[in-house]
């Protein structure tokens, strides 16, 4: 079982920055989360992949946010990070973190998720 608990966020002013952490709990060490990363899920809309990085540091981003966000992971403390920096009232949504054994797998939502935490961007 994986379970992954997030920090941060909140609100922001446009063109300003958030940072926003998500640590994870492997109680059963057959697990792998090689991938973790963020989606997001705006009112009304699907849930989209924001950003993933694995145990070595590939990464893969959203277009939307590329340039601006930044994923970052410590493997020794099994938590990512993600460094939000030209906030966009678009960025509102609520983020989830995922844990994956592969960036397929977390591509296509087959992943352990935390609950999410709110961000919220004023222009």
């Known amino acids: 079982q994986v379970q992954l608990v997030e920090s941060g966020g909140g609100w922001g002013q446009e063109g300003g920055e958030l940072r926003i952490s998500c640590a994870a709990s492997v109680t059963i060490f057959s697990i792998s989360i090689d991938a973790m990363g963020w989606f997001r899920q705006a009112p009304g809309k699907q849930r989209e992949l924001v950003a993933v990085i694995t145990s070595g540091g590939t990464t893969n981003y959203a277009d939307s946010v590329k340039g601006r966000f930044t994923i970052s992971r410590d493997n020794a403390k099994n938590t990512v990070y993600m460094q939000m920096n030209s906030l966009k009232p678009e960025d509102t949504a609520v983020y989830y973190c995922?844990?994956?054994?592969?960036?397929?797998?977390?591509?296509?939502?087959?992943?352990?998720w935390g609950q999410g935490t709110q961000i919220t961007v004023s222009s």
């Open positions: 995922g844990a994956a054994p592969d960036i397929a797998r977390m591509k296509i939502g087959l992943a352990s």
